[in-house]
Each structure stands twice: as structure tokens, then as C-alpha cells.
């Protein structure tokens, strides 16, 4: 599942261990849902949660949702049993936590059927400056952004406008887009403020994530809302489309749209925007 033919608009983490929250999210209209393993289950709780997801992903019913796995550090008493049980459980991909290096995408990878996609956290300032790396290999589909954990590495202040992430954050898209897998943005903390959530949702979309990682069920519609195009975009690319191939079939390489050049480039940019909107159009008909 990549960016172009299903929609990341919404990806909401799930702990491994709640089976009533795992239920829940069979009928949740999130694009996406991060089965967490991790930070979300207590060491105690972490070998039952592994047998409650692996049952519940046996079960299915999530529809078009993407099914993403987060196990454990492969460092930790945890992560290779996360992998065996997990590693072939019916997940779309497994999310490898405090990855640094592509070395520890390797190391899962060895462990993985040849087939499955590994997503990797970027939560910390090496694995930022390592992204573009990390990104090329592979086995790698999607980079989805700790904030939190990079906030407390770099000893940074928590500011509404990011200032203090932004490098970190425009490195992870690019990384993503020059390997052409998908970007998520990091979570929003303050889960009921909308007007906070709307605002980074609408900031990781220009900045050109995909979506965002959500903490709760009541963030989906805001991010669902904010990655979507919107009904004036969509109008806007098909108009541009149109005119670009009217202007080509006279002999002309440039078209003029609303008083704006219209370039093959901004029909690529057009036809991607339409194909996102047809993605999320089928996944809400789920």
C-alpha cells in the first residue's frame, strides 16, 4: 500500500494489549492504524498483548485500512518474539521503533518474510540525519515522525508553530519523497483541541506529509479533512489537465488557467492530486 493508491490521511495508534479499542477500530474511518507493541503496552502486558493482536489480525475485518505493527526495539527482552508472532500475522507492514541506521532496518529485514514492508520510526537526531539513507533501502515503504522523542533529544521547546522540529521535519519528507515512499507526521498531544490539531494537520500537509499519527479516535475527521484535497483543488487540477492537452493538441507546451501558467509539471501535480482524491473517494466507500 503506498501513498498513490491509498490514502495515509489519518493513522491512528491502537495499543496491542486493548482489545475493546482494537475492536473499535474495525469501524473507525481512519485510512490507517498503528497496532502498537511499544510505548502503549506496559512490560508486564507485553507478551499477552502479542498473542491479543496476533489473534485479532487472524480475525480481520479492518476493511481498507492499513494494518501496521509496531514492535519493540530488536535490543529489547521484546522485539524478536514481536517479530515471530507478529512477523506473519496478516499486517501490511511492521514499524521498527528507535531505528538509526538502514544497519537496523537489516537486522529486521533478516528476520521478515521477503515480502513484507517495513515502516521505521524517525525519533531521533541520527536517524534524521541518516533519513535519506534509511529511506533507500529497500525494504523500507514509510517513514512515520516521533516528535515527542525528538523534541526530548534535542531539548527543544514545545512551540504551536514547530519552529524548533522544522529542519528535522522537511528532512524526513524529502528523504521520503526522493525514495518516493510515504511521510507521517508526528502525533498532536492536546487530543481535544481541534483548532490545535486542525492548524499541524494543515502545517504537515504544506510542509507534504501524507497525514499524521493520531493518539484518538476524535483527531480522524480533522486529519481525515485537512490531507484530503479539497473540492476547489479538485476542480482546479481538472481544469488544468484539460487545458494543458487543449494547448498541446494546438501546438502549444504552456496553458493559462485562472490568469496562471499552466506547465507539464503542474499537470503531473494535477493528475497526483486526482489520483489521492480517487484513493480517499474508495476509502470511504469501505
Not at 537486522?107 to 533519513?131: K, Q, R
Not at 519528507?173 to 483548532?195: K, L, P, S, T
Not at 484530503?228 to 494543458?244: G, K, V
Request: aromatic content about 4%; hydrophobic content about 45%; glycine content about 8%.
Amino acid at each position: 500500500m503506498d501513498a498513490a493508491s491509498h490514502p495515509y490521511r489519518s493513522v491512528l495508534y491502537i495499543p496491542g494489549s486493548k482489545e475493546r479499542a482494537i475492536d473499535k477500530a474495525r469501524s473507525l474511518p481512519t485510512d490507517a492504524i498503528i497496532f502498537d507493541l511499544e510505548d502503549a503496552v506496559a512490560p508486564d502486558a507485553k507478551a499477552a498483548a502479542r498473542q491479543t493482536l496476533a489473534a485479532a489480525l487472524k480475525e480481520g475485518g479492518f476493511g481498507k485500512r492499513a494494518k501496521i505493527v509496531r514492535i519493540n526495539a530488536l535490543t529489547t527482552a521484546w522485539g524478536l518474539e514481536d517479530v515471530r508472532v507478529l512477523g506473519d500475522a496478516g499486517a501490511d507492514a511492521i514499524l521498527l521503533p528507535k531505528v538509526n541506521t538502514r544497519s537496523d532496518v537489516d537486522n529486521l529485514g533478516d528476520l521478515l518474510p521477503a515480502d513484507m514492508p517495513i515502516w521505521t520510526m524517525m525519533e531521533t537526531p541520527v536517524s534524521v540525519f541518516n533519513a535519506r539513507d534509511i529511506a533507500a533501502h529497500g525494504r523500507v515503504a514509510g517513514l512515520v515522525t516521533g516528535t515527542n522523542d525528538l523534541t526530548k533529544d534535542l531539548g527543544s521547546r514545545s512551540r504551536a508553530d514547530r519552529l524548533p522540529l522544522m529542519t528535522a521535519l522537511q528532512m524526513i519528507v524529502m528523504a521520503a519523497r526522493a525514495a518516493r515512499i510515504v511521510a507521517i507526521d508526528g502525533v498532536y498531544n492536546r487530543f481535544r483541541d481541534g483548532e490545535g490539531l486542525r492548524a499541524e494537520c494543515e502545517q504537515g500537509r504544506d510542509l507534504g506529509f501524507d497525514g499524521k499519527t493520531l493518539i484518538h479516535p476524535a483527531q480522524i475527521e480533522v486529519a481525515n479533512t485537512a490531507f484530503a484535497p479539497t473540492s476547489s483543488e479538485i476542480d482546479l487540477a481538472r481544469r488544468q489537465i484539460e487545458a494543458f492537452e487543449a494547448s498541446e493538441a494546438s501546438g502549444q507546451g504552456v496553458a493559462v488557467v485562472d490568469g496562471m501558467i499552466v506547465e507539464n509539471l503542474h499537470v503531473v501535480a494535477a493528475k497526483r492530486l486526482l489520483a489521492r482524491a480517487q484513493a480517499v473517494s474508495e476509502m470511504g466507500a469501505q
